[in-house]
């Protein structure tokens, strides 16, 4: 969270609590406010990931805030990604994620919900040097296919 959010959504512990937070705001038409609940969900739900390991890398936690993301927007736990990353490590399974391009969660899904920012995509191209040229490539093409087909829809 930067240092625009609201002091109400920095003080949320819990992904419960941002849960409850996001429903209220919306239903006050508060959409930022919603948004930012989002968002501090992502994190604290990232954050019941993070190993010691984990800690001062900015790449793990920016991955895992990936899965909790595609999480939210899939209303539960995303078993599949979550058994890739036990088999690969976290690294490589955001890796074979952008190279395989068929998530359970497409990009307009984290869009629709404020959370394209959080997309596997977006953490390799921050990171391009730990990732294979191949995918820094594919994340770069997959980002841009999916700005091009928004621009339609922005012009209507």
């Not at 209220?24 to 968002?39: G, I, K, M, V, W």
């Not at 001062?56 to 736990?77: I, M, N, T």
Request: net charge negative; hydrophobic share 40%; aromatic share 6%.
């Amino acid at each position: 969270m930067d240092e625009q959010c609201d002091a109400r959504v920095q003080r949320l512990a819990t992904p419960r609590e941002c849960r409850i937070f996001e429903r209220n705001a919306s239903d006050r038409s508060r959409e930022d406010l919603a948004l930012q609940a989002r968002q501090r969900w992502v994190q604290l739900s990232a954050d019941d990931h993070i190993t010691e390991a984990d800690d001062d890398d900015a790449l793990a936690r920016e991955l895992w805030e990936s899965l909790s993301a595609y999480e939210y927007v899939l209303g539960r736990s995303a078993t599949g990604l979550r058994q890739t990353i036990r088999r690969r490590g976290l690294t490589r399974a955001a890796e074979h994620f952008v190279a395989k391009g068929e998530m359970p969660v497409d990009l307009t899904g984290l869009a629709d919900a404020g959370l394209i920012d959080y997309a596997w995509e977006q953490a390799v191209l921050r990171h391009p040097d730990v990732f294979s040229e191949a995918v820094v490539e594919r994340s770069r093409e997959r980002l841009a296919a999916f700005e091009q087909e928004l621009a339609p829809t922005a012009a209507d």
